[in-house]
């Protein structure tokens, strides 16, 4: 594609004798073209998939009646009502700004005329500096006559996308999704279902007892906590999280004891008095009890001790000041989904790519921006070296670098990264930091970016007792099967593919594919 990237589209027409305002356009062609009343004065343009022809009338009639009367009824509906279950902080910012079913349509930009006019011309997320203008001729000799719509986007294309199941493969596909997120036994039953199914997990029943009665003090500073929700919304989201990352838990944490040889729990994601994530130090009673008789998502909980030799260089006094110092912090969201995307094109599942992820992006966008600001508009920025720019200027830049949203993407976090509110760390992000600043990584601390740690990343890292007699002497009471690590709560006997077998090196995981089912990593990315 030349340099300014400009695509001409045209669309020829042909009037329907049936109806002056819906106008079917004969196979292979898959629009509808809505013809207002005054026929030669504008055309209004909207696209649909191929519907039969009685459905396709009616269908074009609801939705435009819908986009221009919807404002003057009340909604059958709430927003409410039909969006996907996302956890909390995610929906509910979204939920707010939703107030009507109309804040799902489509704007107006204007009305592409024929004659000497100037051309109709709009700005958008996806389409820059864009023009349409109007036709008419009879080139197919209808009683009507016809026309071609000529569409000019400067951009690097119009991108389209196809529900390759079609509607009722669609439906079903949202039917395999929509429960994860119920907090019911059929939620929980879906997830564990869908990790079987897409990603070959087992989910083997384990002897009771399925929570381990614990002596506190064989667990140690730096020991790692993986943790595997499988129900309600939290599970619903980790389940996702698994499917692309690979990883078989889907948050952790970190325990460290004080001076005083007290234990704490320390993680990011800790839902505070107010309903916000933040990075917290809770007592480790507080934490456990909550995890035994208030967590609703059927938490599955592993103990990874640290290896005897990392544990002896491991500087206790800089992890829990590293960690004082990051308490009370808002959870990381501007770099959640960067640890995932190292690739062009190896990191999504199929039918995920860049370009779907852009127009998420952008619909969310749309919907509320001060939101999707946190969410990675700002983390955009960092990986262009600009401030500000809207996610529209942030294509427009790209285009101009000769770049693509898809490189972007795969831009490798940097830990030293500031944003408006702080630093930014998830879950796993945060632990292996505070890795970094007790001395867990030596040599390699500088040219580690703990920012680009899967979880999957995390435990495969080899830093973890692999000396089965030097675990704790509670680990894996009355289980049949003795896994390296010390599961502690759970029904299902927890996995943990490629547990403790990676050295560090330098810049690990940031240019690291991880397609479903099997998640081969290559060599030294």
């Known amino acids: 594609m030349k340099s300014n990237s400009t695509v001409v589209y045209n669309r020829q027409f042909a009037f329907s004798e049936v109806s002056s ?35 396709s009338k009616i269908a074009a009639i609801l939705i435009l009646s819908a986009i221009f009367t919807v404002e003057a009824l009340q909604a059958p509906f709430r ?11 995610v929906a509910k910012p979204i939920l707010n700004a939703l107030n009507s079913a109309a804040d799902l349509m489509p704007s107006f930009v204007g009305a592409a ?76 039953n879906s997830n564990i279902a869908f990790l079987k199914k897409h990603m070959g997990a087992s989910f083997v029943e384990r002897p009771q007892p399925w929570v381990t009665n614990i002596t506190v003090d064989e667990i140690q500073s730096g020991d ?31 325990c460290l004891r004080d001076s005083e040889g007290k234990l ?19 007592p480790w009673d507080e934490w456990w009890e909550f995890e035994l008789t208030k967590d609703e998502s059927n938490p599955h909980i592993a103990l990874l001790p640290l290896h005897h030799e990392v544990r002896a260089k491991f500087d206790g006094d800089a992890a829990w000041k590293y960690a004082k110092s990051m308490s009370g912090r808002p959870y990381g969201y501007h770099n959640l989904i960067f640890s995932w995307i190292d690739t062009t094109s190896d990191n999504y599942p199929t039918p995920l790519d860049a370009h779907l992820v852009a127009s998420v992006m952008t619909v969310w966008n749309q919907m509320q921006p001060a939101y999707a600001a946190k969410m990675w508009n700002e983390a955009l920025n960092k990986r ?71 979880i999957k990343d995390a435990y495969s890292l080899k830093i973890f007792e692999s000396d089965s007699s030097r675990l704790p002497t509670w680990c894996n009471n009355g289980d049949s099967v003795k896994l390296p690590f010390c599961q502690i709560r759970g029904k299902y006997r927890m996995e943990l593919p490629g547990y403790n077998t990676m050295d560090p090196y330098p810049h690990m995981n940031e240019r690291c594919p991880s397609l479903p089912p099997n998640y081969y990593r290559t060599l030294g990315c």
């Not at 927003?79 to 902080?89: G, I, K, M, Y």
């Not at 309600?232 to 690979?246: D, H, N, Q, S």
Request: aromatic share 12%; hydrophobic share 40%; net charge negative.
């Open 79 to 89: 927003p409410a009502d039909v969006l996907p279950l996302l956890p909390r902080q």
């Open 384 to 454: 262009l070296g600009t401030q500000n720019f809207t996610l529209s200027e942030i294509l427009v830049e790209v285009e101009k670098r000769k770049s693509s949203f898809a490189e972007l993407l795969a831009i490798p976090e940097q830990d030293n990264w500031v944003y408006a509110d702080g630093r930014s760390t998830s879950c796993v992000a945060f632990v292996f930091e505070m890795y970094k600043e007790a001395g867990v990584f030596g040599k390699h601390a500088s040219s580690t970016q703990a920012t680009e740690f899967t």
């Open 264 to 282: 704490w729990v320390s993680e990011s994601g800790h839902e505070n008095e107010k309903g916000e994530d933040v990075i917290a130090i809770l």
């Open 21 to 55: 305002h819906i106008i079917n356009l004969p196979s292979p062609h898959r629009y509808l073209i809505e013809i207002p009343q005054t026929r030669n004065s504008y055309l209004s343009n909207t696209i649909l998939p191929t519907i039969p022809q009685a459905m």
């Open 113 to 188: 005329v024929s004659g000497n006019a100037s051309d109709l011309q709009w700005k958008g997320a996806c389409f820059y500096d864009s023009a349409a203008r109007l036709e008419f001729h009879n080139r197919n000799n209808t009683r009507f006559g016809g026309g071609t719509l000529r569409l000019k986007v400067k951009t690097r294309g119009v991108s389209i996308f196809l529900m390759q199941a079609g509607m009722l493969g669609t439906f079903q596909a949202l039917w395999e999704v929509f429960p994860l997120f119920t907090n019911t036994e059929w939620g929980e």
């Open 224 to 254: 790692f906590l993986a943790i595997s929700k499988i129900r309600g919304r939290w599970g619903g989201f980790e389940t996702l999280e698994k499917w692309v990352t690979g990883a078989y838990a889907g948050h952790s944490a970190v």
